[in-house]
């Protein structure tokens, strides 16, 4: 089906947490193959992988070191095969990722460019000398804190690492550099995914010249925990070259039918302005996401103002939304403080997400109202989180282990101890606690899928927003003159409005709302969905 990604809802697997079925402790393969059919009974368009690639784990596969083959920790190429198979059967597609920005320091490559200026391999990577004084070329700092600098004594030069040390920079004015990346990414086309989320989409290139960093335009009322954050990153990344490698991207998947692909864009200054650039027409990437939506604001005027921002340089670019990933807190713990009732709020988010314009990316376990892990210090294994202790508490706790039966030992994720613990908090919104229930988070996802699919206003249509008041979220999507209105209330209190030639949509999913007459009250969490006319009216009511 040609673009099948544009209004998907696309499910992200943690593989290490997903399903371990070999006793180690850690998800593999064939425990995603095994649960693919829950996967398809939820109403899913694709899935997600985070790497599966041979690596060290010193980033939990964020750092590879053999681009065309998978981790013996994960299983084996067969392995994969076998799921790429049943998920096609499904009528699953699979995306996997790519990280292309940076390897593992045990690539053979990196170890023949640092031992030498003269090697065959001694550009491919981003090379400096220090200054007279023996410091880094410039200010660049790293995601992982500290300098984005590595001295090599081997070769008497600093190395650029925009992450781990473990991490170098690929060198991406080599083009033998791009050509050998493109070709790894064939590589898997040939093996039959559908296409790729591309990690870091915006670090590829940095600046030749190596000009240090501007400070922050930023105003923070308290100083951000990593230093980086006082810098706007002008010259470390997002540089012009990047488009026309992401063309030369697109060209690659072109050759291959009913492909995609998404890019992370990591950015605290212009993510929206990027992400518009890097997928505008049809010759770089299909979507891309940001961490505007994934952030600390839950607010009406921030999320009309992050999605109206993303469509209002072009309206040919498409957005891929998600509230929770691996790389962040738990959405549901996140935004809701009071935790007072986390089943309805995580209905009001997921209903939010799965009607904004754009495409959708569900996080596992996030169908289940999934909350995130507190985890003691001697738990963590994420290196940001051992370093910047407790300020910043890493990313452990939300990628703690799926958990599908409260009843078995580690809630059915392993029958050994897993990597990371499953504790009773999660282990209480467990599948099979949710399964049969049809007021559960999960029952609600599933029916809010189909109730999707059925309107095609809320899959690929244009949006419309009206503001009422901070609390309320008021939008309209439309397509084929078939306009849906979508309120919610993102607040605890109750709120009544005034309202004519609106009518609730039949079987569509609602939540704490009541209509009479010409009064719409809301309690708190309330959300519902519409047919509106052309001289609808919808106000608070005094």
Not at 2 to 19: A, E, T
Not at 329 to 351: E, M, Y
Not at 503 to 519: C, E, N, Y
């Amino acid at each position: 089906m040609k673009n099948w990604w544009k209004g998907s809802v696309i499910y992200q697997i943690y593989p290490r947490s997903f399903l371990d079925t070999t006793g180690n402790g850690i998800g593999d393969i064939k425990g995603i193959t095994k649960n693919l059919d829950y996967i398809s009974k939820l109403g899913v368009d694709a899935i997600w992988l985070s790497p599966v690639f041979t690596s060290p784990m010193n980033d939990m596969g964020y750092d590879v070191s053999h681009y065309t083959d998978i981790d013996p920790l994960f299983g084996s190429l067969e392995d994969f095969d076998e799921m790429v198979k049943k998920s096609h059967e499904l009528n699953l597609k699979v995306v996997i990722d790519q990280v292309l920005s940076h390897s593992s320091d045990q690539l053979p490559f990196f170890k023949e460019s640092r031992t030498s200026k003269d090697s065959e391999k001694s550009d491919w990577y981003v090379w400096a000398d220090s200054k007279e004084d023996g410091s880094p070329p410039n200010n660049w700092l790293s995601v992982f804190g500290g300098p984005a600098w590595e001295w090599e004594p081997l070769r008497g030069q600093y190395y650029l690492h925009n992450f781990l040390p473990s991490q170098p920079d690929f060198n991406f004015h080599n083009v033998k550099v791009q050509s050998w990346l493109l070709e790894r990414s064939r590589f898997w086309l040939e093996r039959g995914v559908d296409g790729f989320r591309l990690d870091t989409v915006n670090y590829y290139f940095h600046d030749k010249k190596l000009r240090s960093n501007p400070p922050s335009s930023i105003n923070y009322k308290n100083p951000p925990t990593n230093p980086r954050d006082l810098q706007d990153q002008r010259h470390a990344i997002n540089q012009t070259e990047n488009l026309k490698f992401l063309e030369k991207y697109r060209s690659l998947l072109d050759e291959f039918q009913e492909t995609t692909s998404v890019g992370e864009v990591g950015d605290n200054h212009r993510a929206l302005e990027i992400m518009n650039d890097y997928t505008n027409g049809n010759k770089r990437l299909h979507m891309a996401y940001s961490f505007d939506l994934l952030g600390s604001r839950f607010t009406a005027s921030h999320i009309k103002n992050t999605v109206e921002g993303f469509f209002s340089k072009s309206d040919e670019s498409w957005p891929c939304w998600s509230f929770s990933n691996h790389d962040v807190t738990r959405h549901v713990s996140r935004w809701n403080s009071s935790a007072s009732d986390n089943k309805s709020f995580a209905k009001l988010t997921g209903a939010i997400l799965m009607s904004l314009r754009g495409s959708v990316c569900l996080y596992q376990g996030e169908e289940l109202g999934q909350t995130e892990t507190e985890l003691k210090f001697n738990e963590l294994t994420d290196p940001p989180g051992i370093r910047f202790w407790p300020a910043n508490k890493g990313r452990d706790g939300c990628r703690t282990p799926m958990t599908w039966n409260s009843t078995l030992n580690n809630a059915g994720f392993s029958e050994s101890k897993p990597w990371l613990p499953v504790k009773k908090r999660q282990q209480e919104n467990s599948v099979n606690l949710q399964i049969k229930s049809k007021d559960s988070v999960l029952s609600f996802y599933s029916n809010f899928l189909i109730f999707r699919k059925l309107n095609a206003s809320l899959v690929d249509g244009s949006i419309d927003f009206k503001f009422i008041d901070e609390r309320i979220l008021f939008y309209i999507r439309i397509k084929n003159n078939a306009p849906i209105g979508c309120i919610f209330n993102l607040s605890k209190e109750e709120i009544i409005l005034s309202y004519r030639n609106i009518i609730l949509l039949k079987d569509s999913p609602s939540q704490k709302l009541q209509t009479d007459h010409d009064t719409l009250k809301l309690f708190g969490n309330g959300f519902g969905f519409f047919k509106i006319k052309p001289d609808f009216l919808l106000q608070l009511k005094n």
